[in-house]
């Protein structure tokens, strides 16, 4: 019998697997209805995730958030991330969403080529190498969170608006704003790859509810040999390393493109807006999949029974070979009704028994 580690890594490379691998990230009140149910709060040991997400700790290049936006009057309530992008309360009934502040919108190329853009800490990597081999010695796979890779980070520090008219424009801005997410990233990927760990989890959204985010040219001329440079970054320290590619919305149009760069795993394939049946037909031999079951309609508003068929269709289409780790496409929220999680556990447990004979 293989680990967790192992049966994952095998499902993933489409190779077959022990038993089917599932995953879920449950928000903070589905954590405490969890913990009042079962008596504690370790959901992915109760559900068995053959795999635990971790992210490094990088270092911020600045001292206070809000000395960054010279153009902007900030919430008092305004959270800053590690590149200074400022995050404020949108509302009681936001949940963790938030309203987003750009520290580069409005600002010209020097200050662009000198603003302090965040940067791996040596100091800390040692640390990701301990969790890698922590994780492997109780036989769990390694997944390194580093999404907001490339055009999400740059836009947020940048705004859509403004970023989207410098790449229109071939303005020198837009050259030098990716380029300086680039190489941070690729100093993210490279840390990882060191430490040995086993997937390398990127991602940004390039995709809306009905259509593209970006036209494909535009991308393949911005984003695609940036993506492509952080992965080879990666593989050219470790081959081994499986690439998990994270976008929401309608991707059709990217995805040729994206396996062609290296991606060996999307993510999360959202119902509402693409066909999975359609996907795994055309893609099924050269990508595996993450997630697929709606967070945006099916977990929250459909029955168990709804749940377990769409579950159950979704097993039976990658079949034996594997290429699915199946679960929710996103943050379990909290109107999701728990019978709905356990009709996923339910389909893989009839799955599963009826493969084995």
Request: glycine letters at 8%; aromatic letters at 10%; one cysteine or more.
């Amino acid at each position: 019998m293989s680990t967790n580690r192992e049966n994952l890594i095998r499902s993933l490379k489409r190779e077959g697997f022990d038993h089917v691998p599932v995953d879920f990230w449950l928000c903070e009140s589905q954590i405490k209805a969890f913990k009042d149910r079962i008596g504690h709060e370790d959901y992915q040991y109760w559900f068995n995730l053959s795999h635990r997400m971790f992210e490094m700790e990088v270092r911020r290049n600045f001292k206070d958030g809000h000395e960054l936006f010279h153009r902007e009057k900030l919430p008092s309530d305004t959270k800053f991330d590690e590149y200074g992008i400022g995050h404020s309360k949108g509302s009681e009934l936001a949940f963790h969403m938030t309203r987003m502040h750009h520290p580069l919108k409005g600002a010209g190329l020097s200050e662009i080529l000198d603003y302090p853009y965040p940067s791996v800490d040596s100091q800390k990597e040692k640390k990701i190498e301990e969790i890698v081999n922590g994780l492997h010695s109780q036989g769990l796979a390694s997944f390194a969170f580093m999404q907001m890779t490339v055009w999400e980070a740059s836009w947020y520090l940048r705004s859509m608006e403004e970023l989207m008219m410098d790449m229109m424009m071939m303005d020198e801005k837009a050259t030098v704003l990716l380029d300086k997410i680039t190489e941070f990233a690729c100093a993210k990927a490279g840390a990882y790859a060191e430490a040995g760990v086993d997937i390398l989890s990127l991602g940004d959204d390039i995709g809306t509810q009905n259509s593209i985010m970006i036209d494909v040219g535009l991308w393949e001329q911005w984003l695609k040999p940036r993506i492509s440079k952080v992965i080879e970054t990666a593989r050219e320290i470790n081959p081994d390393i499986l690439i998990f590619y994270h976008s929401c919305g309608y991707i059709v149009p990217f995805i040729d493109q994206l396996i062609e760069v290296g991606v060996d795993i999307l993510n999360p394939i959202q119902p509402e807006c693409m066909s999975f049946d359609e996907i795994a037909n055309k893609y099924g031999n050269r990508v595996s999949f993450w997630g697929t079951i709606g967070t945006q309609e099916l977990l929250p508003f459909g029955t168990a029974n709804e749940v377990r068929k769409v579950s159950t269709s979704r097993l039976e289409k990658c079949g034996e070979k594997g290429g699915l780790c199946i679960g929710p496409t996103h943050l379990v929220e909290p109107e999701v009704p728990w019978e709905n999680l356990m009709a996923i556990k339910e389909a893989v447990s009839e799955f599963e028994s009826k493969i084995k004979g």
